[in-house]
């Protein structure tokens, strides 16, 4: 009942800034946790960043954090990712997902839904 659409990605220069959005139809979006994953090429799935529906706490990996916004407007129903000082390391494709549980420990994260990905790409 939920479907997850991407747009944003691109190429980029390093140092540079690009902005995500996530835009989510279907069941209610405010009570659900609402992430970014991203998948290197040749590496495994990882978290990058997520905000919780009602209270909008947000987490980021290590490696992103200080570069990276996650923000959220419930009335537009879209999840944000501000991306900013870019580098190469940061290419991949990007996955925006919702889930009531976020588990680093579980399989997908916990997530229930998935969008199809968009391209991000860093040259250096």
């Known amino acids: 009942q939920v479907q997850l659409v991407e747009s944003g990605g691109g190429l980029v220069q390093a140092g540079g800034s690009l902005r995500l959005s996530c835009t989510a139809s279907?069941?209610?979006?405010?009570?659900?946790?609402w992430g970014w994953f991203r998948q290197a090429p040749g590496k495994e799935r990882e978290f990058v960043a997520r905000i919780s529906g009602r209270s909008a706490i947000t987490y980021y990996t290590d490696s992103v954090k200080g570069r990276f916004t996650i923000s959220r407007d419930n009335a537009k129903s879209t999840v944000y990712l501000q991306m900013n000082s870019l580098k190469p390391e940061d290419t991949a494709v990007y996955y925006c997902?919702?889930?009531?549980?976020?588990?680093?420990?579980?399989?997908?994260?916990?997530?229930?839904?998935w969008g199809k990905g968009t391209l991000v790409t860093v040259s250096s």
């Open positions: 279907g069941r209610t979006f405010s009570s659900n946790t």
């Open positions: 997902a919702a889930g009531t549980y976020y588990s680093s420990r579980s399989r997908d994260y916990g997530m229930d839904y």
